[in-house]
Every structure is written in structure tokens, then in C-alpha cells.
């Protein structure tokens, strides 16, 4: 049986001071990383792997779903891996066509690195690479049969939300990412999004969540002022994770 192991939760959320841009960041079978995080979060991501008992540099493979800088900021915490990145998005980024969210350091990033430059198909065994287009155009989602069929799919699907709306949060094309949501709810059982809980594909095409967003912000207004913000989701369709994937994330403390 496959496991997934939620190291990071996605949080979906914008400001009117810029995105949150917190993804999630899973580990499958104990040695290979779906998409790295954002600097931001990295000591939560270190300490995750330390939960779950993974040296990250015994990860053997980064799998990437796209370049933006909340998915590859943390590809060097992970030494020895092999990063894999579709070869479409990789060549976008080595000719310059970079968008706003894409960092203009991620030649650095790879640079000395075993990278492996992919097409559609098996990417490693066992796991398929789809081109999930919407997003950006060379956008990737990575999926796995076992008894049901799982989809770790960054931002081709950020949030319940956009997936049941089917209105995406797009850069390139908001039609060809409707498409993807919905070639995406015709195969998938279990979605791990970008940016929010995973959640079961209902056999409406919508979503069954497992489990709530919970975010807390501090804001320090003052010498002698502090302020905290509590977000939390009510949902009542709340599910148990499936056999295999588990939470091992914590949140970062405030002392």
C-alpha cells in the first residue's frame, strides 16, 4: 500500500498585502517529496520530517509540479535527491519567461544538482506525471494507483473551493484550467491540492474534506501591543484521511 505522508498543509488564502502562498508539501513512501514549500516554513518542514522520522537527506526524489517559488524554495534542503521538473516548465524558465510567482534564483537552485527533466508518463515507479495545464501552462500533477486513486496535484487544484466551483485561480488560462478540474474529478479518489486539506472526489465531481483549515496570525502593533487572529473552518462533511496517508505536520509555536 502506498503511504502519504502530509508534511505541510496547504493554507488557501489571499490578503490585500500579497498571498499567503503556503503549500503543502507531501512525502510518499517514506523517500520521495512532492513539491519543497517556501522558505517561510522550511523549519516546520524540517521539523515534520523529523515526525515522520526521514532524514531529508536520505530523500532519494523531488518530484516538482511547477517552478513557483511557495513549491521549489526548499529543493536544497534535500541534498542527495534527485529533482525531477517537466521539461517544458524547466525550458520556460532557462529562456526567461518567467511570471511573478516563479523565482529568478531557481537556476541556482538546481544548478549542481541531479536534475531529470520529464514528459507525461511514469516519472518513477509507480507514480504517473499528467500535464494539468490552468495555472501555468507546464504544470504537472502526479498521481498514484493503489486501490483508489490519489492525485497530488499542487495548483492545477489549489483548494476545495476552486475545485468545486471549478473556477481556478489562474496565471495562464482559466478555461483550459476548468478543463483540468474536470478531467481531474473524472479519474481521481483522493486529492491532495495545493493549498488547502486533502479531501475525497465525491461522485458528484465535488469534495468530501478530511479535516479543517486552521490558521492563527500574530500581529505585533506596538511596543505594548499584540494581536491574534484565529481562522478556523466549520465544516460538518468532515472525513477520516484513507489508510496510508496520515498528518504529520505541527504548527509553529508563537513562545
Known amino acids: ?20 502562498g503556503q503549500s503543502s508539501v507531501a512525502l510518499l513512501d517514506g523517500e ?17 520530517l523529523e515526525t515522520a522520522g526521514v532524514d531529508p537527506a536520505d530523500v532519494s ?40 510567482a516563479t523565482p529568478r534564483s531557481v537556476a541556482g537552485l538546481l544548478d549542481g544538482r541531479d536534475v531529470v527533466r520529464f514528459t507525461e508518463g511514469e516519472v518513477l515507479d509507480g507514480i504517473e506525471a499528467v500535464h494539468t495545464p490552468g495555472h501555468v501552462e507546464h504544470h504537472v500533477s502526479f498521481i498514484v494507483e493503489d486501490g483508489m486513486t490519489y492525485g497530488l496535484t499542487g495548483d492545477a487544484v489549489k483548494n476545495v473551493r476552486e475545485f468545486e466551483t471549478r473556477n481556478p485561480f489562474t496565471i495562464y488560462d482559466d478555461g483550459i484550467g476548468r478543463e483540468t478540474l474536470d ?7 483522493f486529492v491532495v491540492p495545493g493549498h488547502d486539506v486533502p479531501f475525497y472526489v465525491t461522485e458528484s465531481g465535488g469534495a468530501a474534506p ?5 490558521l492563527t496570525v500574530r500581529l505585533q502593533l506596538g511596543a505594548d501591543s499584540e494581536t491574534h487572529v484565529g481562522i478556523r473552518s466549520d465544516r460538518s462533511d468532515v472525513r477520516a484521511l484513507p489508510d496510508g496517508v496520515r498528518e504529520v505536520g505541527s504548527k509553529q509555536s508563537f513562545e
Open 1 to 20: 500500500m502506498v503511504t502519504i505522508d502530509l508534511l505541510l498543509g496547504g493554507i488557501p488564502g489571499r490578503t490585500d498585502e500579497g498571498y499567503l
Open 32 to 48: 520521495t517529496i512532492v513539491d519543497t514549500g517556501s522558505l517561510a516554513r522550511r523549519p516546520m518542514l524540517v521539523d515534520a
Open 61 to 100: 526524489d523531488v518530484l516538482l509540479t511547477h517552478l513557483h517559488f511557495d513549491h521549489v524554495d526548499n529543493v536544497d534542503l534535500f541534498s542527495n535527491a534527485t529533482v525531477h521538473v517537466y521539461d517544458p516548465e524547466l525550458e520556460r524558465a532557462e529562456n526567461g519567461g518567467f511570471d511573478w
Open 183 to 189: 478531467a481531474l474529478a473524472e479519474r481521481l479518489d
Open 210 to 214: 478530511c479535516g479543517d483549515v486552521d
